[in-house]
């Protein structure tokens, strides 16, 4: 068994490797795809005079592309080589997103512009995942994703509030941001490896292929852990303001302070992913992960104040931050390199679903109330949280084949 670094040589180890930085960097300014635009909603609707369903298209037209993309994109990815698509979807990433800046469109062709930027963000934001698991192995490999949530997390935190203040001078500034891209397909294409078509068995690294390991019970739960994971936290993102504002007569600014907490929570503690993995293992992060995400739900609406909130909030970033980095591992440790990419993308399109299908969260909100949605929520938490307590064992035997 290799015997595993010290974090802070781990760390010092990653953060010295072109390699693994061009990933962190490329992952963080791929976020910005979502995060910049999120708390301009209120701006497109007065600017394009639509209502807020209306303007929340300019995130849906988004996150859509990569549910139905991502699979083909790992597979083809597996064949050809994941740095062509990596440099294609970020200057796909980087050109879409920039023209409406400078073209100012109206909303339907914003909306085709967002469409596009999203295809090019399904072809290289999962890629960043499978080639850390291409890169690394056993702690490095859970150190280095565990970074890359933490640049993930502090876009995350940052993003939101340069969108905003950009937008408060011009609606079209913000896109402005999307520059920055560009220059990153020049590093991804100088400092990245590729895998291709020599490295990898072409006929294990289909669709096909990744579809018949969703039969193994064991994966299947990593990717729905996944899911589920992003279900509950846009859910949360999106009504814990609401809770606030209803329950103790906060501003919406409270709100997105205590959404930027969590975020920076869970970048600080993903940071950490090393050494958790060295201190706990593999299951232990995600049992607990879910185990804070159903307590949060449960004890929420019975907050009796703000504070109560914030520490709740802290509780639950810590919770996530174990949660997040772990999963991704669970997936790219036990794959094959052939079709690690394929699975990786199946993870990515999960993740998207879970973002797609937190709406459903509103309809327990109007028909139910608040309290019921943080409820079903902790319902929701408890399903991978009992199936992973009772099948630890399984995954402690997994194996690439």
Same mark, same amino acid.
């Given at each position: 068994?290799?015997?595993?670094?010290?974090? #802070?040589?781990?760390?010092?180890?990653?953060?010295?490797?072109?390699?693994?930085?061009?990933?962190?960097?490329?992952?963080?300014?791929?976020? +910005?795809?979502?995060?910049?635009?999120?708390? &301009? /909603?209120?701006?497109? *609707?007065?600017?394009?005079?639509?209502?807020?369903?209306?303007?929340?298209?300019?995130?849906?037209?988004?996150?859509?592309?990569?549910?139905?993309?991502?699979?083909?994109?790992?597979?083809?990815?597996?064949?050809?080589?994941?740095?062509?698509? +990596?440099?294609?979807?970020?200057?796909?990433?980087?050109?879409?997103?920039?023209?409406?800046?400078?073209?100012?469109?109206?909303?339907?062709?914003?909306?085709?512009?967002?469409?596009?930027?999203?295809?090019?963000?399904?072809?290289? *934001?999962?890629?960043?995942?499978?080639?850390?698991?291409?890169?690394?192995?056993?702690?490095?490999?859970?150190?280095?994703?565990?970074?890359?949530?933490?640049?993930?997390?502090?876009?995350?935190?940052?993003?939101?509030? &340069?969108?905003?203040?950009?937008?408060?001078? !011009?609606?079209?500034?913000?896109?402005?941001?999307?520059?920055?891209?560009?220059?990153?397909?020049?590093?991804?294409?100088?400092?990245?490896?590729?895998?291709?078509?020599?490295?990898?068995?072409?006929?294990?690294?289909?669709?096909?292929?990744?579809?018949?390991?969703?039969?193994?019970?064991?994966? =299947?739960?990593?990717? +729905?852990?996944?899911?589920?994971?992003?279900?509950?936290? =846009?859910?949360?993102? &999106?009504?814990?303001?609401?809770?606030?504002?209803?329950?103790?007569?906060?501003?919406?600014?409270?709100?997105?302070?205590?959404?930027?907490?969590?975020?920076?929570?869970?970048?600080?503690?993903?940071?950490?992913?090393?050494?958790?993995?060295?201190?706990?293992? *593999?299951?232990?992060?995600?049992?607990?992960?879910?185990?804070?995400?159903?307590?949060?739900?449960?004890?929420?609406?019975?907050?009796?104040?703000? =504070?109560?909130?914030?520490?709740?909030?802290?509780?639950?970033?810590?919770?996530?931050?174990?949660?997040?980095?772990?999963? !991704?591992?669970?997936?790219?440790?036990?794959?094959? !390199?052939? /079709?690690?990419?394929? &699975?990786?993308?199946?993870?990515?399109?999960?993740?998207?679903?879970?973002?797609?299908?937190?709406?459903?969260?509103?309809?327990?909100?109007?028909?139910?109330?608040?309290?019921?949605?943080?409820?079903? *929520?902790?319902?929701?938490?408890?399903?991978?949280?009992?199936?992973?307590?009772?099948?630890?064992?399984?995954?402690?035997?997994?194996?690439? #084949?």
């Amino acid at each position: 068994m290799r015997t595993m670094p010290g974090n #802070d040589i781990l760390q010092l180890k990653l953060f010295k490797d072109n390699r693994s930085v061009v990933l962190f960097m490329t992952s963080f300014f791929l976020i +910005m795809g979502s995060q910049l635009l999120v708390s &301009v /909603i209120p701006e497109f *609707m007065l600017v394009f005079n639509v209502n807020e369903s209306s303007a929340g298209l300019i995130i849906s037209f988004f996150t859509l592309p990569p549910i139905f993309l991502s699979p083909f994109i790992g597979k083809y990815a597996g064949i050809y080589g994941r740095k062509i698509f +990596m440099v294609s979807g970020t200057l796909l990433f980087g050109i879409a997103g920039l023209i409406p800046a400078v073209l100012e469109p109206s909303f339907k062709i914003l909306l085709i512009f967002r469409l596009l930027q999203g295809i090019g963000f399904a072809a290289a *934001m999962p890629l960043t995942i499978t080639l850390i698991g291409d890169l690394y192995e056993s702690s490095e490999e859970v150190a280095a994703q565990g970074f890359r949530v933490f640049f993930i997390g502090m876009g995350g935190f940052i993003f939101p509030i &340069v969108g905003s203040s950009l937008a408060a001078v !011009k609606w079209n500034y913000p896109f402005f941001s999307y520059l920055i891209a560009i220059p990153f397909a020049y590093f991804i294409w100088t400092y990245l490896p590729d895998f291709n078509r020599e490295e990898v068995d072409t006929d294990k690294s289909g669709i096909w292929q990744g579809l018949k390991l969703l039969h193994n019970p064991a994966l =299947f739960m990593v990717l +729905m852990a996944g899911l589920i994971r992003f279900f509950l936290a =846009f859910s949360i993102r &999106v009504y814990l303001p609401f809770f606030i504002i209803n329950k103790f007569g906060s501003s919406l600014v409270m709100g997105g302070i205590l959404v930027g907490l969590m975020a920076i929570t869970i970048s600080i503690v993903s940071f950490q992913a090393g050494l958790i993995a060295e201190k706990l293992g *593999m299951i232990k992060p995600v049992i607990m992960g879910f185990s804070v995400f159903a307590f949060f739900n449960i004890i929420l609406p019975f907050s009796p104040s703000i =504070f109560f909130v914030f520490i709740l909030t802290l509780l639950l970033g810590l919770g996530d931050g174990f949660l997040v980095p772990f999963q !991704k591992s669970l997936v790219t440790q036990n794959v094959s !390199k052939e /079709i690690r990419a394929t &699975v990786v993308s199946f993870n990515s399109s999960m993740q998207a679903i879970g973002k797609t299908i937190s709406p459903v969260t509103g309809l327990i909100v109007i028909k139910f109330g608040l309290n019921w949605a943080f409820w079903s *929520m902790a319902l929701v938490a408890l399903v991978p949280l009992i199936y992973f307590i009772l099948n630890r064992e399984l995954y402690n035997i997994m194996r690439r #084949d």
